[in-house]
């Protein structure tokens, strides 16, 4: 019977942690210049815990690989419009850094974003011409060849 509480209570506080009022996800999907490699960009926040956290997930795989922030920098506009923001994430597998994401965005507008690699090695990449985010709460699908 106690068990039975325990995981009505569990289910309970799980939802309520993430409701809408305090959970976010934006979903991107990206392409290199190439068409080659493609993978989602997911940020996840919460308003309530003020913790937010990213993760990337290539379209060929089948584990997301999580992004840890490093910094921002900002352009400043004359006009007040949005800044022009460089975000900074490093990427890690098996503990190991592995590479550095920058992200060139405007508000929620993402221009460009670069992939570059432990090895020096970058990759372009941009808002994918040929995906299509489905469902709620939005996964990338790409058209098979």
């Known amino acids: 019977m106690y068990r039975y509480i325990g ?3 569990a ?3 799980s939802t309520s942690a ?14 290199s210049k190439d068409g080659k490699v493609n993978f989602m960009l997911v940020h996840l926040s919460s308003t ?7 993760y990337v997930k290539y379209n060929k795989s089948d ?13 400043e506009y004359p006009d007040n419009s949005k800044p022009m923001v460089e975000s900074f994430y490093n990427e890690y597998v098996n503990g190991e850094f592995n590479g550095e ?4 965005s405007q508000g929620a507008v993402i221009y460009d974003l670069v992939y570059r690699g432990e090895n020096g090695k970058e990759v372009q990449f941009e808002i994918s011409k040929n995906a299509e985010l489905q469902g709620e709460p939005g996964v ?6």
Do not use: H, M, T
Not at 18 to 31: G, P, T, V
Not at 48 to 54: C, F, I, K
Not at 101 to 104: E, R
């Open 63 to 75: 584990k997301a690989i999580s992004l840890i922030y490093n910094k921002s920098e900002y352009e």
């Open 101 to 104: 994401y920058i992200i060139s």
């Open 140 to 145: 990338c699908v790409w058209p098979r060849k």
């Open 11 to 13: 289910a309970v506080l």
């Open 18 to 31: 993430f409701s809408e009022d305090n959970y976010q996800r934006s979903a991107y999907c990206l392409s």
């Open 7 to 9: 995981v009505i209570c």
């Open 48 to 54: 309530r815990d003020g913790w937010n956290g990213s």
